[in-house]
Structure formats: structure tokens, C-alpha cells
């Protein structure tokens, strides 16, 4: 049995990311083989909001060179959680604006 911390590993903190707070959108990295349900149950475990809808996003690891040195990069999972409207904004993201 995963707990809530283990498939919510860090905020992804970017311009971009930052922008959907107004419409209650946060960006969260998440374990890879975490389902939507599973993220759903985490967040309102961990922070205590109602979440609408998560939408999840893999992405690849890409090929990277250092010299004559090629490696990969890890393959990553995020998600996109929208809060209900009448939900609390969660308190780690509220000095970034």
C-alpha cells in the first residue's frame, strides 16, 4: 500500500505552472505509476481541499551528452489537480504569487 507521500514527490514551481493558480490549477510530480484516483485521494489527504479533476502528463526521459558521454535523463509524471471552487488554496503555493 503507497501512502499519500509517496505518489506526491515535489510542486512543480514554473512561470507557467504559477499562471493556473487563479483558476485553482496546481502542478504536482507524481510517482509514475500513480493512477488518477490514487493522486485524487493524496492531495485531499495531504493539504485537506475537494479536488474536481486530475489531469496527468508523462514525460520521457530525453538523451543528453557530456562530451563523449551520452546518458538519459529520467522519464518524469506530472499532474494537473483542479480544486473545487469552494476549496482552500493550498498554503504552499499562496507566497509565489
Do not use: C
Request: glycine fraction near 8%.
Amino acid at each position: 500500500m503507497k501512502s499519500a507521500y509517496d505518489i506526491i514527490k515535489k510542486p512543480v514551481i514554473t512561470e507557467r505552472s504559477m499562471s493556473g493558480i487563479a483558476e485553482n490549477k496546481y502542478v504536482f510530480e507524481v510517482q509514475g505509476d500513480a493512477n488518477k484516483v490514487e493522486i485524487k485521494k493524496a492531495i485531499e489527504e495531504i493539504f485537506g481541499v475537494k479536488v474536481a479533476s486530475v489531469n496527468t502528463i508523462k514525460l520521457p526521459g530525453k538523451w543528453k551528452r557530456m562530451g563523449v558521454h551520452t546518458g538519459k535523463t529520467p522519464a518524469k509524471k506530472k499532474a494537473v489537480v483542479t480544486l473545487t471552487a469552494d476549496s482552500k488554496q493550498l498554503e504552499i503555493f499562496e507566497g509565489m504569487l
